[in-house]
């Protein structure tokens, strides 16, 4: 059902007389191509009723119109970012403060530390997000959660690109030349079990300006690395305690409340539950993932 939904969706999105692939045909189709012809990239755009954003081409021909306005990507330049499946609560100093840090002159790599929970890469993606349109090349993210390998690390960022590997020349020189044209930012997410790669991260850092956004339980440990690291939710305070209104602003009980109208639609705050919920939060020292599970219960 995935590719036809992808057909009928470019199917809508072309106008007469042009012919739009996905990334998959583009890929079987560039030996086949007629003669004069080539595949326009048109960028990353997001399909209806499809959970991933889809790189969209162009076949370009004498023989085909040439003056048709070309379908454009969305203004927001993200590639292979996950899906947002509940709303994200708070914490906008954390991404302000994250963003600067990330476009602050002659800083190359931040790394956000933490231990597992604590939202990392729901921060990461908020700040990719925010800054996808002041790169080039929009903002990448990379998921190395699956890899084993430290040498898998190169290969995933390159195909993350849309790079393939080319006879005779590496993959890290194929990166370096694609970030030389186009700048972007690169967020490799959990990092932690590949910290034996630091030194591939390292070389990418010395070819190039290079953007890295990393998430990790750990610091990288490389120079010119940035660590932030992530905080718990702030807690409320005891004059906040029995005060619906003033917990309502909090962010760790706002984050509770909001995950547990998930499932209770018509869980409400109230003076009479807010001793309880700060309670909670509370013993759960803010962890954000810790918080959404209590309250998923609830």
Do not use: W
């Not at 330049?77 to 906008?92: A, K």
């Not at 994250?98 to 939202?119: F, Q, R, S």
């Amino acid at each position: 059902a995935a590719p036809l939904n992808r057909l009928a969706r470019l199917l809508g999105m072309a106008r007469g007389g042009q012919i739009l692939v996905s990334e998959a045909v583009e890929q079987l189709a560039q030996d086949g191509l007629p003669v004069g012809g080539m595949l326009q990239e048109l960028g990353e755009m997001r399909l209806r009723d499809l959970n991933r954003a889809e790189r969209v081409f162009v076949l370009v021909h004498p023989d085909l119109p040439g003056d048709i306005a070309l379908p454009s990507a969305s203004e927001q330049q993200t590639r292979h970012f996950p899906p947002s499946l509940t709303p994200f609560v708070g914490r906008d100093d954390e991404i302000c403060a994250i963003a600067a840090l990330v476009e602050a002159p002659n800083v190359h790599l931040v790394t956000l530390t933490g231990p597992g929970g604590i939202g990392k890469t729901r921060l990461a993606i908020q700040v990719g997000e925010r800054l996808a349109s002041s790169f080039v090349g929009g903002a990448v993210f990379v998921d190395l959660a699956p890899l084993r390998d430290p040498a898998q690390v190169l290969p995933a960022i390159a195909t993350a690109l849309g790079l393939r590997e080319a006879t005779g020349r590496s993959l890290v020189n194929q990166i370096h030349g694609f970030l030389a044209e186009r700048e972007t930012l690169l967020i490799l997410d959990n990092f932690e079990h590949l910290l034996g790669s630091a030194t591939i991260i390292a070389n990418l850092l010395g070819e190039s300006d290079v953007e890295l956004l990393v998430t990790s339980r750990a610091p990288l440990r490389l120079q010119g690395e940035h660590e932030y690291p992530v905080p718990t939710l702030r807690l409320p305070s005891d004059a906040e305690r029995n005060d619906a209104a003033a917990l309502a602003m909090n962010e760790a009980v706002a984050l509770f409340v909001d995950r547990a109208q998930a499932v209770r639609p018509d869980f409400v705050l109230t003076d009479a539950n807010a001793s309880v919920i700060a309670d909670i939060c509370a013993r759960l020292d803010g962890l954000p993932l810790a918080i959404e599970l209590a309250a998923a219960r609830v």
